[in-house]
T-cell receptor
Framework: DGGITQSPKYLFRKEGQNVTLSCEQN?????MYWYRQDPGQGLRLIYY???????QKGDIAEGYSVSREKKESFPLTVTSAQKNPTAFYLC?????????????FGPGTRLTVT | DQQVKQNSPSLSVQEGRISILNCDYT??????FLWYKKYPAEGPTFLIS?????DKNEDGRFTVFLNKSAKHLSLHIVPSQPGDSAVYFC???????????FGPGTRLSVLP
């Protein structure tokens, strides 16, 4: 059945290491997104991609990088430059260019950096 | 500066009663709004949406009201059920629907 998968559910890293969070979707959606959630705050957009091989920075892109080599996949790398990487990361996808703007979310990855 | 505000961090309601969750926004260009529900350790799930050409949209127990002049929307859940206990996020976008701004969420607890 269709959906978005994020793995792993929990991830632990040492400070100074880059880490890549995976996001795969089989919904045939063109657009994909990465959000970060911190306690007491709403979801904040890190990066989004409307089409393969293209992506745009969101509100808090500093310290992150993405790639979109395949329609189904939108991995997020949290680099050592990200000052506060510990957070809950959510990937989403949507049908781009239509009137249906719902975003479908994955289960999330909780990243802890010590 | 938060463009989308949900001023009540939490709300408790008795089962069977109405739950009203509020959302205010500052950007008058926002023209599409969604509500998401989120359980702990899961991704948000879409609940209901409304575009600025409407002032009400209803789906089963869920109704969203939009007051453009007040830049305010609300989600009504009637009757509330214990399974509705979750965090509810309001989100808004301009035009293309590609770049949503989310509110901080309101935690709803429905008491049996």
């Amino acid at each position: 059945d269709g959906g978005i998968t994020q793995s792993p559910k929990y991830l632990f890293r040492k400070e100074g290491q880059n880490v890549t969070l995976s996001c795969e979707q089989n919904l045939n959606h063109d657009a994909m997104y990465w959000y970060r959630q911190d306690p007491g705050q709403g979801l904040r957009l890190i990066y989004y991609s409307q089409i393969v091989n293209d992506f745009q920075k969101g509100d808090i892109a500093e310290g992150y990088s993405v790639s979109r080599e395949k329609k189904e996949s939108f991995p997020l790398t949290v680099t050592s430059a990200q000052k506060n990487p510990t957070a809950f990361y959510l990937c989403a996808s949507s049908i781009a260019g239509t009137g249906n703007y719902e975003q479908y979310f994955g289960p999330g990855t909780r990243l802890t950096v010590t | 500066d938060q463009q989308v505000k949900q001023n009540s961090p939490s709300l408790s309601v008795q089962e069977g009663r109405i739950s009203i969750l509020n959302c205010d926004y500052t950007n008058s260009m926002f023209d599409y709004f969604l509500w998401y529900k989120k359980y702990p350790a899961e991704g948000p799930t879409f609940l209901i949406s409304i575009s600025s050409i409407k002032d009400k949209n209803e789906d089963g127990r869920f109704t969203v009201f939009l007051n453009k002049s007040a830049k305010h929307l609300s989600l009504h859940i009637v009757p509330s059920q214990p399974g509705d206990s979750a965090v509810y996020f309001c989100a808004a976008s301009v035009g293309d629907g590609q770049n949503f701004v989310f509110g901080p969420g309101t935690r709803l607890s429905v008491l049996p």
